[in-house]
């Protein structure tokens, strides 16, 4: 840690960085109003599927940039994860050089670009920002400038690729193509292994490509963070699903000498009440695959979807905005959440229950669905709902939603979407018996090294977690890459010795 | 990327495909499947191992045309590629020493059966089959289900071939005549209803093969999902074999029509452009 502390300051004493800091006075730099993301108009965007948030201009990244006040306890920084040097990219910013700025991001984190647009930068880097903790104000940007800097390298054409090692000819097999996995190969191929991803659907990047939609990250920027380590020599095996198609003892014949399980949250949760299976009536991972995964929107693709006037989605998490926004997308007259507490505890980023409220979604919530009608096709056409009341702070501290009894209404819909969480994908753990689990079901590791119960096998991001964010799964991938680096190192140690 | 090896027209509305695929070959077992994407704009499609041959790196898919992508395949040739099969998917089929296994097999059902039925006799059963189809031209791979099976009944709806009748009078007379100790059934949901009311009322454990609509085939999305013994079942990572007698089918009948509508469409506007 102190380290790490030494080194900061050692940078923000450089002088490129104390001219930055004199060129305006702190009292000028917190009288400036944070910057507006410019956006597609609500009634416009709500009927397209292209990003909401267009991107800061480079006055706009310059003039937020100048906020930041280069702290020289950059309490922000404990708030990132991954501990992006923020102070460092965003002077980098203010001096005008984007392209450094970009590298600075690159230190630490593989994904800028995603991270800068889906992270919740409200409960994290941004919560900790002096702005909020000391000043009561808007917390400098730090989101929208991490995306300004990494798309600026985008569009540049100069994609700095970092330096690979010279190869070592050892093979690591990571198992996801998600951001943890992507993180894992990242690091790996850097140090000189020889990586490949295996990817159980047609495509890499996990909730990246199938969960999360255009509007809000295009597949086209993950596809150049693929690309970049494609270049850097990363092999993806996509259509393989490790279990069967190989299995890790299979691949361990085949010469791998370390995994990393990165294979996600993917089994969806429903809720067991009656009705639940009409037709119509879909998990938030079938709905969001079929339009993000499979095109069904575009009537050039195979895929059907079933595009409701009246839809209802059932949670308050990203998911459930992702599905309910993208249904006014596809043309819903009335989009729904249903939720069964509060608005204040919707576990979703803040800005995209902002844009969906803007869009004209509508917010049921403390409401909870307990019955689905259906008509004589098993089309659901009805549902009931009990309003629910806030009870005692339960063990998450959030207070506990109660029903309140003899409040049941009826609601006229035509879709459901049940978006109310998701459980470890139970395949590697079912494929690997000695493979320590929890009773949830997700994968025991040494906090540290990301090491599993199986010496040879890491794990990280949701099948750890349980479900998280995107940075949380990238930050366990690049503890792992690290574990499984020592491990592969002191294994050929001692094969020397 | 998999290359089409060999194709094999088995009727009219039924195509059989040898396609390379040394890994899936030579991890498949009987009862397992494969999704299927044929091109970019496809979608995703699951289809049963028929066969292998771990040696030549291949599998068999027997297709039948009912929509537009099993059309499409059935259009495709032998050198033509696939973009995506992946598999083996599901779990395989509990092969043991039961003594009689009865196989009953509708449609193109008939596909899907013929690996059980194989491995049920490589294990030492006594295997009786019976395969119904509406008419003489939609009974397939008789002459593969006769090399593994003790005796074999033959039912067409209209009475064209074998004897007339549908796969449930087949069965009654099995089952009034030997001990049967396990039955297996695959064909149309509605046919695997009523196959299953049959051995129910003779006491018979038997297992039926879903073909529920699915997306990923991984566990992911909870389209396949059917009810089975009161709970929520996902066919793809549970299944595709449930215990017959506990499975709620109507309920799968029902959702296996959520599409049909739309499909129906698509299907009639990609039938104009042929
Ligand atoms: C709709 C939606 C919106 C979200 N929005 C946000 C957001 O705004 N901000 C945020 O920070 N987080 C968000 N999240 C959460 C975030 O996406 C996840 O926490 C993160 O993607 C987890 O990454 P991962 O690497 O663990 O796995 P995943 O991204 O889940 O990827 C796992 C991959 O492993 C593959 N796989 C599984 N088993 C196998 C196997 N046996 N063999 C081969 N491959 C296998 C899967 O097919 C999948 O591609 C959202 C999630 C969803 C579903
Ligand atoms: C585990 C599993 C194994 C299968 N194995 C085989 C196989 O070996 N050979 C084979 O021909 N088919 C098999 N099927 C069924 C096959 O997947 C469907 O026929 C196919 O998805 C239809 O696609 P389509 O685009 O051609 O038709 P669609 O346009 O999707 O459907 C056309 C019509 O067919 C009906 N339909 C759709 N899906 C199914 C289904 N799963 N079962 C019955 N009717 C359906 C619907 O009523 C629909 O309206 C299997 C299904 C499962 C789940
Ligand atoms: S990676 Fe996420 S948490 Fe870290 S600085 Fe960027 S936006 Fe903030
Ligand atoms: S805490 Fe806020 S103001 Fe201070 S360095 Fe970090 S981003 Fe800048
Ligand atoms: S097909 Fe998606 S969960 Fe079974």
């Not at chain 1, 090692?165 to 690591?172: A, D, L, P, R």
């Not at chain 1, 004209?360 to 098993?378: Q, R, S």
């Not at chain 1, 940075?471 to 002191?490: F, P, T, V, W």
């Amino acid at each position: 840690m102190d380290n790490i502390q030494e080194t900061l300051k050692a940078e923000r004493q450089k002088p490129w960085r104390e001219e930055i800091r004199k060129a305006i006075k702190p009292k000028d730099r917190t009288s400036m109003q944070r910057v507006k993301m410019p956006e597609q108009e609500p009634d416009v965007r709500n009927k397209n599927h292209k990003e909401v948030n267009r991107g800061l201009t480079e006055q706009m990244a310059v003039k937020e940039a100048q906020r930041c006040l280069d702290c020289a306890n950059p309490t922000c920084i404990s708030g990132c994860p991954v501990g992006i040097n923020i102070p460092k990219f965003i002077k980098r910013i203010e001096q005008g050089e984007f392209l450094e700025s970009a590298k600075v991001l690159k230190e630490t984190n593989a994904l800028p670009a995603v991270c800068g647009r889906v992270c919740p930068q409200e409960v994290q880097c941004e919560a900790s920002c002096f702005y909020v903790q000391k000043l009561k104000k808007d917390p400098v940007a730090i989101g929208f400038l991490e995306r300004f800097a990494a798309d600026y390298e985008r569009n540049s054409g100069n994609i700095s690729i970092p330096e690979v090692k010279k190869k070592n000819g050892i093979k690591v097999g990571i198992i996801g193509s998600g951001p943890s996995g992507l993180a894992v190969a990242g690091d790996m191929v850097k140090w000189g292994y020889d990586v490949t991803v295996f990817e159980a659907l047609h495509e890499i990047g996990g909730v990246l490509k199938y969960g999360i939609p255009e509007f809000r990250l295009p597949n086209e920027i993950v596809d150049v963070e693929i690309e970049n380590l494609k270049s850097m020599g990363v092999k993806f095996k996509t259509n393989f699903v490790v279990g069967t198609t190989g299995s890790v003892d299979d691949l361990r014949e085949e010469g791998f000498e370390a995994f990393f399980v990165g294979s996600g949250a993917g089994l969806p949760r429903f809720m067991n009440i009656k009705g639940e299976n009409y037709r119509r009536i879909f998990s938030s991972n079938e709905y969001l695959t079929r339009v993000n995964l499979m095109n069904a929107a575009n009537p050039d693709y195979d895929t059907p979807v079933f595009s409701g006037k009246n839809v209802a989605v059932i949670g308050g998490g990203n998911t459930a905005m992702d599905s309910v926004r993208t249904s006014k997308r596809l043309g819903a007259e009335k989009s729904m959440i249903i939720y069964r507490r509060s608005i204040e505890e919707m576990p979703a980023r803040v800005e995209e229950v902002e844009h969906a409220k803007e869009e004209d979604i509508i917010f049921m919530n403390l409401n909870n669905p307990v019955e689905y009608f259906a008509d004589e096709n098993g089309n659901v056409n009805r549902m009931r709902v009990q309003k629910m009341e806030l009870g005692e702070p339960d063990s998450s501290g959030r207070r506990r939603p109660v029903p309140l009894e003899g409040s049941e209404y009826e609601v006229d819909v035509d879709t459901v979407v049940v978006a109310i969480g998701v459980s470890p994908n139970p395949l590697i753990p079912a494929s690997m018996p000695e493979l320590d689990v929890t009773d949830w079901g997700t994968i025991k590791v040494d906090q540290d090294s990301m090491q599993s119960s199986v010496e040879d096998v890491f794990a990280g991001g949701d099948i750890v977690r349980g479900g998280a964010t995107v940075i949380l799964a990238m930050g366990d991938g690049r503890k792992a890459a690290a574990g499984m680096h020592s491990y592969i190192q002191e294994k050929a140690g001692k094969r020397k010795s | 990327m998999n290359k089409i090896i060999e194709k094999e027209q088995l009727n009219n509305n039924v195509v059989k495909l040898i396609i390379d695929a040394p890994r899936i070959a030579e991890k498949r077992k009987a009862g397992h499947f494969v999704i299927v994407k044929i091109d970019d704009k496809g979608e995703r499609i699951p289809l049963t191992i028929a066969d292998a041959d771990a040696k030549k790196g291949t599998i068999t898919l027997v297709i039948q045309k009912v929509g537009v992508t099993s059309h499409k395949l059935s259009l495709m040739e032998e050198g033509d590629i696939l973009t995506d099969v992946v598999g083996p998917l599901g779990n395989a089929t509990e092969i043991e020493n039961e003594g009689t296994v009865l196989c009953a097999g509708g449609g193109v059902g008939i596909a899907p059966l013929l690996p059980i039925a194989r491995a049920f006799k490589e294990a030492g059963n006594r295997v009786v089959s019976v395969l119904a189809a509406r008419n003489k031209d939609l009974i397939i791979l008789e002459e593969e289900m006769k090399e593994c099976s003790d005796e074999l009944i033959i039912m067409t709806d209209d009475g064209s071939y074998g004897k007339q009748g549908l796969v449930t009078h087949g069965m009654e007379e099995i089952l009034d005549k030997e001990k049967v100790n396990l039955a297996v059934t695959i064909g149309p949901a509605i046919m695997m209803k009523f196959a299953s009311q049959t051995t129910k009322k003779y006491n018979v454990p038997t297992i039926a093969s879903l073909n529920t609509i699915m997306v990923d085939g991984t566990g992911m999305c909870g389209a396949c999902r059917v009810t089975v013994d009161g709970k929520t079942k996902f066919v793809c990572v549970d299944g595709p074999e449930f215990d017959a007698h506990k499975i709620d089918f109507d309920e799968m009948i029902m959702r296996l029509g959520a599409y049909q509508e739309q499909e129906r469409k698509d299907y009639e506007n990609y039938l104009e452009t042929l």
